[in-house]
């Protein structure tokens, strides 16, 4: 069985351009969320879909941060533009009923 | 505010001594999982423990939904077990709040 698949894996941008990062939920799986991991402040939550409707949209995270989730087995995570704050692992992860299964994640970094 | 306290940030143990990791809650809670990581790794999930005590191995974890805690036991410890252990807690819908982690570094 599949888990969780990222990409890519890593990926480095210039201040103030756009990057996308796609998530690939467990098949099957109904529930969607991304993450955001860093040292100080841990892991966040960006966003969660329930059978790809927006359930939550992370407060803070709003004005550059966009989530999408065009059908059951595909989401992209889109920064716009990117600060060097940004810097971080970004998580996407599933779960059908209770327990949430993790991507191996994106690392980006904003230079 | 904080709804997930981890204890302890790190600890340090010698190969084969025992480890206690808790988790307390300020809000109820629907479900808790306990997840492990290693530097520059993904989230794996160890124990998915909505109450009560599971086993697997030398792990054990134990929720006790009315106290709003979990703890994780790690007994015999290895070299190997050294990593990150986040636990996190489900409230309202499935969203997963995590605590800060606890860094464990067991030494031969």
């Known amino acids: 069985d599949a888990g969780v698949t990222q990409t890519p894996r890593h990926e480095v941008a210039e201040k103030g351009q756009t990057i996308i990062l796609k998530c690939e939920p467990v098949s099957g799986h109904n529930d969607l969320f991304w993450y955001r991991q860093t040292k100080i402040q841990g892991l966040e939550l960006l966003s969660y879909?329930?059978?790809?409707?927006?359930?939550?949209d992370g407060g803070a995270f709003k004005d550059r941060f966009k989530a999408e989730m065009l059908n059951s087995s595909f989401s992209t995570l889109k920064i716009q533009p990117t600060e060097p704050k940004d810097s971080a692992v970004y998580l996407c992860a599933s779960s059908l009923r209770q327990e949430v299964f993790f991507g191996k994640g994106t690392r980006l970094t904003v230079v | 505010g904080q709804q997930v306290q981890q204890s302890p940030t790190s600890l340090v143990l010698q190969e084969g001594e025992n480890a206690e990791l808790q988790c307390n809650f300020s809000t109820s809670l629907n479900s808790m999982q306990w997840f492990y990581q290693r530097p520059g790794g993904s989230l794996i999930s160890v124990f998915y423990n909505p109450s009560g005590t599971k086993q697997s191995g030398r792990l054990t974890s134990t929720t006790v939904i009315k106290e709003r805690r979990s703890s994780l036991h790690i007994s015999s410890s290895q070299i190997t077990d050294s990593g990150t252990y986040l636990c996190a807690m489900e409230s309202n819908y499935n969203v997963l709040y995590f605590g800060s982690g606890t860094k464990l570094t067991v030494e031969p």
């Open positions: 879909f329930r059978s790809k409707s927006l359930m939550e």
